[in-house]
């Protein structure tokens, strides 16, 4: 991939980070046009933090624990930061009391206005999310896409949505029975696990397959699937079009 323009990334994690780690190989390889420029976690204890500094790429952590707490001792919000606005558009939270969201969005924003402004220096072209297990809400999400015609935040679920949204995909799609598994990259939008589909892998479940082995055959298409999909985007061969009232993602055929 040398002499081509490389963009540039940021990755978040919670945990391992072992999908952080297939996508470190994969521009190590060559075979991304990309450059890692920071890792980010939500907690300083993600395994993730230590694969980015073996590495040699550059972290940082926005402890939402300590940020949340914060919040409770009164710390002040951000300055750009509308309730009104975040409320209106947000779809995490339905039908819940005012009083619930006003609190569930306002300690958020309190991290994501910390997560932007640690994130500005490295002026990333596209955020991966790799097993980071916290949700957006719009006041982050409108902050990262501004000035750009194409999502800029791109997410990894382990499940074949929109089947089994949520924090157990691989858990919720053996317990149902399913006989085929998978895993989905998609761009954030503001609901949870529900914004467009770049690329999906699926596997088969076998009758002896426990929930282990659902999770182990998922996560080797997991560390397939991210790099190409990141791939595409890199290429400039994804777009977002309107296809009966829903946005969808067409991928350009390459040349
Ligand atoms: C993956 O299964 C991802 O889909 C999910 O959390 C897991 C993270 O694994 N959201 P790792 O930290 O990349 O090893």
Redesign the pocket.
């Known amino acids: 991939m040398d002499g081509k323009e490389k963009i540039k990334i940021g990755v978040l994690?919670s945990?391992?980070?072992?999908?952080?780690q297939a996508i470190i190989d994969a521009v190590q390889v060559g075979a991304l046009d990309v450059e890692i420029a920071c890792v980010g976690a939500d907690n300083p204890g993600a395994g993730?933090l230590a694969r980015a500094e073996k590495a040699g790429i550059p972290t940082f952590v926005t402890d939402y624990s300590t940020l949340f707490a914060s919040r409770k001792d009164g710390a002040p919000l951000p300055d750009n930061f509308s309730l009104d606005d975040v409320a209106a558009k947000q779809s995490l939270l339905k039908d819940a009391h005012p009083d619930t969201l006003k609190a569930f969005l306002e300690k958020r924003a309190l991290a994501e206005a910390d997560l932007l402004a640690k994130l500005v220096p490295y002026n990333i072209d596209l955020l991966v999310l790799?097993?980071f297990m916290r949700v957006f809400t719009p006041y982050f999400i409108d902050g990262l896409n501004a000035d750009s015609d194409i999502p800029r935040i791109m997410n990894?679920?382990?499940a074949l949505l929109p089947a089994f949204p949520g924090t157990d995909g691989y858990g919720d799609t053996f317990r149902y029975g399913c006989k085929v598994g998978g895993?989905t990259v998609h761009f954030v939008d503001y609901g949870e696990d529900s914004g467009p589909i770049i690329g999906q892998h699926s596997f088969p479940i076998l009758p002896e397959d426990d929930l282990d082995a659902v999770k182990k055959k998922?996560?080797a298409e997991?560390w397939r699937l991210f790099p190409e999909c990141i791939q595409l985007y890199a290429e400039g061969r994804l777009t977002v079009v309107e296809r009966e009232g829903t946005r969808v993602v067409e991928i350009i055929k390459g040349s």
């Open positions: 994690v945990g391992g980070g072992s999908n952080l993730g790799a097993g990894i679920h382990p895993c998922g996560l997991e």
